[in-house]
């Protein structure tokens, strides 16, 4: 692993210091949560005292220990490919931010025009979003979405998009940015992958900081390279990155004080 963090620094000098998320234990994704649709995945919401959960705490007071000027409000998740844990992190990192006793209304923004699932992981179906927003144009209150969980807004994917692209790409998306940063005190961006489509570096670079995802034991450091040389060309604020699905055993003793 640290070999696999060293071949990223002579590509960008990471101003997030890297962390590592560690696999889900089985018995957290099989337990059936409190009756709840919500996706057990995310373990801030069920599992707040867990070893996993005070890693996105971490996350968050890294991304806060960059935000001395206070010009860093929106983030986005992205990552090479699918399936690398971009939204269960950005899921995470959002409720993370709701136990920010300075932060009173945090938003988080499915941008995954394509296969965004944001809302079914929070139990929100069939909601008009983010494309019928760009596509029709419609007032932003009537796409933000309240969730079961306190302090956290959503707007979800919408209707899949047959031009995600051009609708990201557009005045209306910047435009909509500036009027939720007034809105909301943080707002995370998930975004689709970087390498197989064009969305991504669209969505990164309306951020004001972007973190990588990378899943370990899984995607090819040549990709996540390539990813990354994207996401500069797209003029992106890369901050760092993130391993996901890492497979540690953390010793019960070194979190008796949770
Ligand atoms: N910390 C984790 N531990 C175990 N499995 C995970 C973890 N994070 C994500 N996954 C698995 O990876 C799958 C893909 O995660 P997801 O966040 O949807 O990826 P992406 O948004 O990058 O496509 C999830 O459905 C889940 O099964
Ligand atoms: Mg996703």
Do not use: W
Not at 20 to 45: G, R, Y
Not at 79 to 96: D, M, R, Y
Not at 218 to 244: D, M, P
Request: charged share 25%; glycine share 6%; proline share 5%.
């Amino acid at each position: 692993m640290k070999n696999f963090l060293n071949v990223l620094k002579g590509v960008h000098d990471s101003k997030l210091s890297s962390l590592t998320i560690p696999s889900l234990p089985k018995e957290f994704v099989l337990k059936s949560v409190h009756d709840s649709n919500i996706d057990p995945h995310i373990v801030t919401h069920f599992y707040p005292k867990s070893p996993i959960s005070e890693q996105y705490l971490r996350l968050r007071e890294s991304i806060k220990n960059l935000n001395k000027s206070g010009d860093l409000k929106t983030v986005a998740v992205t990552s090479s490919v699918a399936e690398e844990g971009k939204t269960i992190t950005a899921l995470n990192l959002a409720i993370a931010m709701t136990k920010d006793v300075d932060c009173r209304k945090v938003l988080l923004v499915d941008c995954d025009l394509r296969r965004g699932q944001v809302a079914p992981r929070l139990d929100l179906h069939s909601k008009a979003g983010l494309s019928e927003y760009l596509m029709l144009g419609a007032d932003v209150d009537n796409i933000l979405y309240k969730t079961k969980i306190d302090k956290l807004t959503i707007i979800p994917r919408g209707k899949i998009a047959d031009n995600p692209v051009e609708l990201l790409a557009s005045a209306k998306m910047k435009d909509l940015m500036k009027k939720l940063k007034e809105k909301f005190d943080f707002i995370i961006l998930d975004s689709p992958p970087l390498v197989p489509v064009a969305d991504a570096g669209i969505v990164c670079s309306v951020a004001d900081g972007v973190i990588m995802a990378v899943r370990a034991g899984g995607t090819q450091r040549g990709i996540v390279k390539h990813a990354t040389e994207l996401l500069l060309q797209s003029h992106s604020n890369l901050l760092g990155y993130i391993l996901t699905n890492v497979e540690y055993h953390i010793p019960e003793y070194l979190y008796r004080y949770v």
